[in-house]
C-alpha cells in the first residue's frame, strides 16, 4: 500500500454547522503553520546537502591526490590542503547542527540572566589561537551587561560574529568587540557590538547577509552562508534588534545587537534591522 503523504489542503468549512466552522478555522490556521515549517524543513535539508557535496567531494579529491603522490613534498601539500578543507567542512557542519538545533528549540527557549562581558570573555579565549595564527589584532570594550538570555544560543551568536570578522579581514586587520548600556527612544538596552577596519559590505547588501546560505558578492573568504543567519535568528529569539554600519575608522563592517535591559519589565515587538 502506498504510503500517506502530508496534504496542506485547508479544509472548506461548509456545508458544516455554524458551530463547527470555527474549529474548522482553527485547524486551517494550524495546518497553514504546519505547512510552512515542513517546507522550510525540506529547504534547509536541500540546501544543507547542497553546501556539503562541495567540501565533501574536495575531501575525496584531495586525499586521493595524497595517496598517489609521487615525493615526501607531493604528499605534504596534499594533506596540507585536505587539513584546510577538513577545517571547513567541520565548521560548516557546526554551523549545520547549531541550525538544526536552534530551529528546534525555538519555541521553548530557556533564558537566565547572564553577563554579556563575562560571555564575551569566556568565548575570546577560544579565538586567541586564530587570531594570533591569522594576524589579526582583537581588542576588548567591554563593560558588565547583564541581559536574559539562553547561555547556550548567545555563545553561538558571539562565535560566529567573531569567526565572520576573522574571515573576511585580511592579515593586521583590527577588530573591537565591545558591549555595554546605551537608551534610544524605545528605552534603556544593552548593546553587544563587532566591528572591523576590513573590506567591508556595501550598505545595499548588509540586509541579505543574514539570509540563510547567502554570500556577499566579490569576497574571497570562504564562509558556509549560515553563520549570520543564525546570528538573526537568536537576536530574534532574544527580541534583539540588529544594526549595521561602517567599522572601524569609517571602513570594514560594524555590527550592533541591541538587547532588552534585564531589569526592563517588557520586552519590545519583533526586533528589526536597519542601517545606522
Known amino acids: 500500500r502506498a504510503p500517506r503523504t502530508f496534504d496542506p489542503t485547508p479544509r472548506s468549512p461548509q ?7 470555527p474549529l474548522v478555522a482553527a485547524f486551517n490556521h494550524v495546518l497553514a ?12 535539508i536541500a540546501d544543507a546537502a547542497h553546501e556539503l557535496r562541495t567540501p565533501l567531494s574536495a575531501l575525496q579529491a584531495q586525499a586521493q591526490v595524497a595517496m598517489h603522490a609521487q615525493t ?20 560548516l557542519s557546526e554551523q549545520l547542527l547549531d541550525l538544526a538545533r536552534l530551529n528546534a528549540g525555538a519555541n521553548a527557549p ?3 540572566s547572564a553577563d554579556l562581558g563575562e560571555l564575551i570573555l569566556h568565548v575570546m579565549r577560544e579565538f586567541e589561537i586564530d587570531a594570533q595564527k591569522q594576524a589579526r589584532a582583537i581588542t576588548l570594550a567591554i563593560e558588565p551587561a547583564p541581559i536574559q538570555c539562553n547561555v547556550d544560543e548567545i555563545g553561538i551568536l558571539l562565535r560566529n560574529l567573531v569567526d565572520n570578522a576573522l574571515r573576511h579581514t585580511p592579515a593586521d586587520a583590527r577588530i573591537r568587540i565591545g558591549c555595554g548600556h546605551d ?10 557590538e563587532v566591528a572591523d577596519d576590513g573590506p567591508g559590505v556595501p550598505e545595499a547588501e548588509r ?17 558556509s552562508g549560515i553563520g549570520m ?17 561602517e567599522g572601524l575608522e569609517g571602513r570594514g563592517l560594524g555590527i550592533r545587537i541591541l538587547f532588552p535591559a534585564a531589569e526592563s519589565a517588557s520586552l519590545p515587538g519583533p526586533p528589526d534591522r536597519q542601517n545606522r
Do not use: C, M, N, W
Not at 15 to 21: C, M, T
Not at 183 to 192: K, Q, R, T
Not at 209 to 216: D, E, L, N, P, S
Open 33 to 44: 503553520q504546519l505547512s510552512g515549517a515542513v517546507e522550510g524543513e525540506r529547504r534547509f
Open 110 to 112: 530557556e533564558h537566565t
Open 229 to 245: 543567519s543564525l546570528v538573526a535568528g537568536i537576536a530574534q529569539l532574544h527580541h534583539a534588534r540588529i544594526q549595521t554600519s
Open 72 to 91: 615526501a613534498a607531493e604528499k605534504d601539500a596534499a594533506v596540507a590542503k585536505l587539513v584546510v578543507v577538513v577545517e571547513r567542512t567541520v565548521r
Open 15 to 21: 456545508p458544516l454547522p455554524s458551530e463547527l466552522q
Open 183 to 192: 537608551a534610544g527612544p524605545g528605552g534603556p538596552f544593552v548593546y553587544l
Open 207 to 223: 540586509e541579505a547577509i543574514f539570509r540563510r546560505f547567502y554570500r556577499a558578492a566579490g569576497t574571497d573568504a570562504r564562509g
